[in-house]
C-alpha cells in the first residue's frame, strides 16, 4: 500500500481490480467520515459532492493506492474492525484515535477541502495541462522526426552516420516515496499495537492507566530501597586516603 497526497487525487491515474484507491472523507457539515473505493478518484470526488445538499464541501483526508483491494479491506477489519462502504459514519474519540493509528495514513498528508466548484475548477486545469503537454509532444516529435530526415539525407551522401547513443537516467525516488512504499499487508507493527492499546485504555479507562502508572512508581521506588539496604556501600560509600 502506499499513501498519496489528497491534492494529488485529480491527476491520479484509473486503476483497474484488483488494485484500487481507498479515500478517506470528512463531511464539513456533519462532521461524519467516509472510507470508501474507487478505480478513478476524480469521477469519485464528483459523484460525492453531487450527492450532497450541504453548505459546506468535504474534506480529503487521505487517499492510500494499494494493488490487492481484498486483502486491504481483510486488513482493516482485522486491525480495527472497520470496512468500506458508502454510508457517513459518525465517530466517537476512541474510533477517531483508531483512524488516526490505521493504515489509511490520514496524517501523511495534509487535507484538502473540496467543493463543487473548486472540482470543476480542478478538471478545467487539469484538461488544459494535458492539452499543453500533448502540444509540446507533438512539436518534439515533429523536430525528432525533421533532424532525422536531415541526418538520413547526409548519410546518403557521406555513408552510414552513427547514432548518438542516449543514455537513460533512472528516475530519482523521493524519500516519502521511499518510505511509502508499498509493504506486505500482514506485517503489522508491534509499536503501533502497543499504541493502540495506551490509547483505548486513556479513553476508555483513564483511571486504570493511572493506576498502572503509579504501581510502576512504586516498584521502581521499592527496587531502589531494597537495593539500598541489601548493598551497605550505597549507604556508606568507601572514602580513598
Known amino acids: ?20 484507491y481507498i479515500c478517506v472523507l470528512r463531511d464539513v457539515d456533519s462532521g461524519c467520515y467516509r472510507i470508501d473505493k474507487t478505480q478513478a478518484p476524480p469521477g469519485f470526488i464528483e459523484d460525492v459532492l453531487a450527492e450532497r445538499d450541504g453548505d459546506y464541501g468535504i474534506e480529503l483526508l487521505a487517499i492510500v493506492r494499494t494493488a490487492d483491494l481484498d486483502a486491504f479491506e481483510s486488513l482493516l477489519h482485522e486491525r480495527h474492525d472497520a470496512s468500506l462502504g458508502v454510508q457517513w459514519m459518525s465517530l466517537d ?31 478545467a486545469s487539469a484538461g488544459a495541462a494535458a492539452t499543453s503537454d500533448a502540444v509540446k509532444r507533438a512539436g518534439g516529435e515533429t523536430r525528432e522526426s525533421g533532424q532525422a530526415t536531415l541526418q538520413g539525407l547526409l548519410s546518403n551522401r557521406v555513408g552510414a552516420a552513427k ?3 542516449r543514455r537513460t537516467r533512472r528516475p530519482i ?23 493502540d492499546k ?3 485504555l486513556f479513553v476508555n479507562d483513564p483511571v486504570l492507566l493511572l493506576a498502572i502508572l503509579i504501581l510502576i512508581v512504586f516498584a521502581v521506588f521499592f527496587a531502589f530501597v531494597a537495593l539500598i539496604v541489601t548493598n551497605p556501600t550505597w549507604r556508606y560509600p568507601t572514602v580513598i586516603r
Not at 2 to 19: C, D, M
Not at 96 to 117: D, G, K, M, V
Open 1 to 20: 500500500m502506499r499513501s498519496l497526497p489528497p491534492s494529488s487525487y485529480i491527476a491520479l491515474p484509473k486503476l483497474q481490480l484488483p488494485a484500487s
Open 93 to 123: 474519540d476512541y474510533q477517531l484515535a483508531e483512524l488516526r493509528n490505521s493504515a489509511l495514513q490520514i496524517n501523511a498528508f495534509h487535507s484538502s477541502y473540496l467543493t463543487a466548484q473548486q472540482h470543476h475548477h480542478a478538471l
Open 163 to 165: 547514432q548518438p547513443r
Open 173 to 195: 525516488r523521493t524519500r516519502s516515496e521511499l518510505w511509502n512504499q508499498e509493504m506486505p499487508p500482514e506485517q503489522a507493527s508491534l509499536r503501533q499495537r502497543i499504541d
Open 198 to 200: 495506551i490509547n483505548h
